[in-house]
């Protein structure tokens, strides 16, 4: 290990005892390159960040003519920024007409936070409900969330009170009370292990909310942005929920998150106490310079469709394979689990590919289900690339 290697391991904080440790030089497209000059095909696009692959030219440019124009100015809300108004104006436009105020902030995590925030001040209700197996982050609102208890057992009392449902089971759907303010749902679960609900329940799932009045979130962190094939996954299902949260591809390999609502959900932010929730950070000019150059490239190129094309030849392929060890093959636009019949079997498959230069993973909360999330951009020659890895990498498991 190189010295700078050994300093990682040294005074980074770990989050785990097993980091993939690329010692990272540059990237391009959909390769990384380390610093020992070996190339990596980034078959998860950074977890679902990179959506236009690496540096890319429009992305670049608009941030470097951001930092020219300004960087941090103000808090956020405060000063008119351009860059962030015509962000959320992009977004309104390409949203339900329902979900039509943004606020911004700095990941994910944060805008579930904020969404928790919204639903109980509009609510005036305390209840969450979320589903097993849901990953929604690590702060403590959107830890509490989490469909694995491992997660959250080590951590003592978290915010609640969350009731935690069987996915996509609409059985369970009769739990959701007049004490919910508000039901939190990914709806496609990647770290879950790329579970695809049926539009039925996501129907039925609508319906109760609506019964009981409480807010329905769709977190769209990892699905937003044509991943599945849809500019936004609520698209595949017919439903709107109250409040969106997006993050990962939205700042375009820039760090920014979003939640999205009604004028009266979100508004509940602004007053009683006024400056109740705000932050340094959210919505930065680069990062929304970024994700506005970013989203129009998705738009114009119309990497929805290629998202359905690509997705569905590797899943074609994957289902060809026939090979014992696989139980099943998900897939919803560029977004793939391959369910292996044995969680070994698919740790070891994971390392043989990288070994091979192509970067996969399994999901945090099924650990035999290995998620393939490309770059939308990547070529079909790079899917082959993946595919004689994948296919040695699978042999080599096997000894
Ligand atoms: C569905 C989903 N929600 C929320 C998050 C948290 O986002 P962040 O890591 O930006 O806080 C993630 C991150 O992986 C996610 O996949």
């Not at 982050?137 to 057992?153: E, I, S, V």
């Not at 636009?333 to 990288?354: C, K, N, P, S």
């Amino acid at each position: 290990m190189s010295e700078l290697g050994d300093l990682f391991l040294k005074r980074l904080a770990q989050t785990s005892d097993a980091p993939i440790a690329l010692e990272i030089s540059r990237a391009e497209g959909s390769w990384l390159i380390t610093t020992d000059g070996r190339r990596y095909l980034d078959f998860i696009a950074g977890i679902g960040v990179s959506a236009l692959g690496h540096g890319h030219p429009k992305v670049i440019a608009a941030i470097e003519a951001q930092l020219r124009r300004h960087l941090h100015v103000m808090v956020y809300g405060e000063y008119v920024i351009e860059a962030q108004v015509q962000l959320a104006r992009r977004l309104t436009e390409l949203l339900p007409p329902k979900l039509e105020r943004v606020y911004f902030t700095n990941s994910g995590a944060e805008a579930i936070e904020g969404a928790l925030k919204a639903a109980r001040k509009f609510t005036r209700r305390e209840g969450f409900v979320a589903f097993d197996g849901s990953y929604h982050g690590d702060t403590m609102g959107a830890l509490a969330l989490a469909g694995n208890p491992t997660f959250r057992a080590p951590f003592g009392a978290l915010p609640g009170p969350v009731r935690h449902l069987p996915f996509a089971d609409s059985r369970a759907l009769d739990q959701i009370d007049s004490a919910v303010a508000a039901v939190v749902i990914e709806p496609v679960q990647a770290e879950g292990g790329v579970r695809i609900p049926d539009a039925a329940f996501m129907r039925s799932l609508r319906a109760r909310c609506d019964d009981v009045h409480a807010l329905l979130i769709f977190d769209e962190v990892l699905t937003g942005f044509a991943r599945t094939g849809k500019l936004f996954a609520l698209e595949h299902f017919g439903v709107v929920p109250d409040i969106i949260v997006l993050a990962k591809a939205l700042g375009g390999g820039l760090p920014l998150g979003a939640f999205c609502g009604s004028d009266q959900i979100i508004g509940t932010l602004s007053h009683d106490p006024p400056l109740g929730h705000i932050t340094t950070f959210g919505g930065h000019p680069l990062s929304c310079a970024a994700a506005l150059a970013s989203l129009d490239v998705i738009v114009k190129q119309n990497l929805s469709e290629r998202a359905v094309t690509i997705g569905g030849e590797i899943a074609r392929r994957l289902r060809e394979l026939k090979t014992p060890e696989i139980k099943a093959v998900r897939a919803i636009g560029l977004l793939i689990g391959i369910e292996f019949a044995d969680a070994q079997f698919a740790h070891r498959f994971v390392a043989e590919t990288i070994s091979r230069g192509v970067i996969i993973n399994w999901t945090l909360n099924a650990d035999n289900v290995v998620r393939l999330a490309p770059p939308l951009t990547i070529e079909m020659t790079e899917v082959d690339f993946a595919f004689d890895a994948m296919i040695e990498a699978l042999d080599a498991a096997r000894h």
